[in-house]
């Protein structure tokens, strides 16, 4: 592993340990020519996958997008930062689990939606009305109807299971 600050080649892992919910290993190094130290992440990649967007061009499949926009979603909001990063390593598991090689963004907005209409209604009226790229007032009113009757069907269907 390079280092980040002189550029030497040659670095030495000091300590490693799992982190977030066992699907990646934090390793702490030190580099042997300048003695500074840094973190690395390592996290399993199954397969590389490609991102089409609505144009049509393609770019590399990129998780910290979807961390980044999740954070961003969940601005000010009082969750915790392992629940965030577990939400994201479902969603990518999700994806890698396909076994597509290729994936729209549509695919993705649409997962990140269903996981954040779980977990934070706010974060998904935020999270939408960026990813649908909402106009008038009327574009939040409906969204906010359409999380309604999510929440609505979800009861019905565990009053079902329960009976």
Same mark, same amino acid.
């Given at each position: $592993?390079?280092?980040?600050?002189?550029?030497? *080649?040659?670095? =030495?892992? #000091?300590?490693?340990? %799992?982190?977030?919910?066992?699907? !990646?290993?934090?390793?702490?190094?030190?580099?042997?020519?300048?003695?500074?130290?840094?973190?690395?992440?390592?996290r399993v990649q199954l397969r590389d996958i490609n991102?089409?967007?609505?144009?049509?061009?393609?770019?590399?499949?990129?998780?910290?997008?979807?961390?980044?926009?999740?954070?961003?979603a969940m601005h000010k909001h009082s969750l915790d $930062?392992?629940?965030?990063?577990?939400?994201? *390593?479902?969603? =990518?598991? #999700?994806?890698?689990? %396909?076994?597509?090689?290729?994936? !729209?963004?549509?695919?993705?907005?649409?997962?990140?939606?269903?996981?954040?209409?779980?977990?934070?209604?706010?974060a998904y009226i935020r999270f939408a009305s960026i990813?649908?790229?909402?106009?008038?007032?009327?574009?939040?009113?409906?969204?906010?109807?359409?999380?309604?009757?999510?929440?609505?069907?979800?009861?019905?269907?565990?009053?079902?299971?329960?009976?």
């Amino acid at each position: $592993m390079r280092c980040p600050f002189c550029h030497h *080649n040659d670095t =030495v892992v #000091k300590d490693s340990r %799992t982190a977030n919910d066992y699907t !990646s290993i934090r390793r702490r190094r030190s580099c042997t020519e300048c003695g500074s130290r840094f973190t690395t992440l390592e996290r399993v990649q199954l397969r590389d996958i490609n991102v089409i967007k609505k144009d049509g061009s393609t770019e590399p499949f990129d998780r910290d997008k979807i961390a980044r926009s999740v954070t961003s979603a969940m601005h000010k909001h009082s969750l915790d $930062m392992d629940k965030i990063e577990r939400l994201v *390593n479902s969603i =990518v598991r #999700k994806i890698e689990i %396909t076994g597509e090689s290729d994936i !729209s963004s549509q695919t993705i907005g649409e997962r990140v939606m269903r996981s954040l209409a779980e977990l934070d209604p706010v974060a998904y009226i935020r999270f939408a009305s960026i990813y649908q790229e909402f106009v008038s007032a009327q574009d939040f009113v409906d969204c906010l109807s359409r999380l309604d009757e999510n929440e609505k069907t979800e009861e019905l269907n565990q009053l079902k299971v329960a009976s």
